[in-house]
Nanobody, 124 residues
């Protein structure tokens, strides 16, 4: 499986962006796709996750009510809709796939594949 993240860019505070994570070679019974981000000088953290096991969705507290994760009907692309962006959302955003049990986790070691990252910059 290969993951291609895209959609990053420069936006003003309060603006919106939609990130896409396109998966190729994806043929797993159970999977979870997580979005993670790494801000300058900080550790990478989990942001949102969606799985096809019971439709589980989870968010980190700092983005709840502002970010929405979704997927297309073909299960080939996962989106991260980001609204009300803040300067502290500035980071490189990565998508990652867990393809064994399809459970969302913030533990990065559980993910098998990672995309290349897309930069989101929110200006104040």
């Amino acid at each position: 499986v290969q993951l291609q993240a895209s959609g990053g860019g420069l936006v003003q505070t309060g603006g919106s962006l939609r990130l896409s994570c396109e998966a190729s070679g994806f043929a797993y019974s159970y999977w979870a796709i997580g979005w993670f981000r790494q801000a300058p000088g900080k550790e990478r953290e989990g942001v949102a996750c969606i799985s096809n096991l019971d439709g589980e969705i989870k968010y980190v507290d700092s983005v709840k009510g502002r970010f929405t994760i979704s997927k297309d009907n073909a299960d080939t692309t996962v989106y991260l809709h980001m609204n009300a962006l803040r300067p502290e959302d500035t980071a490189v955003y990565y998508c990652a796939a867990e393809t064994t049990i399809g459970v969302c986790s913030w533990i990065q070691g559980t993910y098998d594949e990672w995309g290349q990252g897309t930069l989101v910059t929110v200006s104040s």
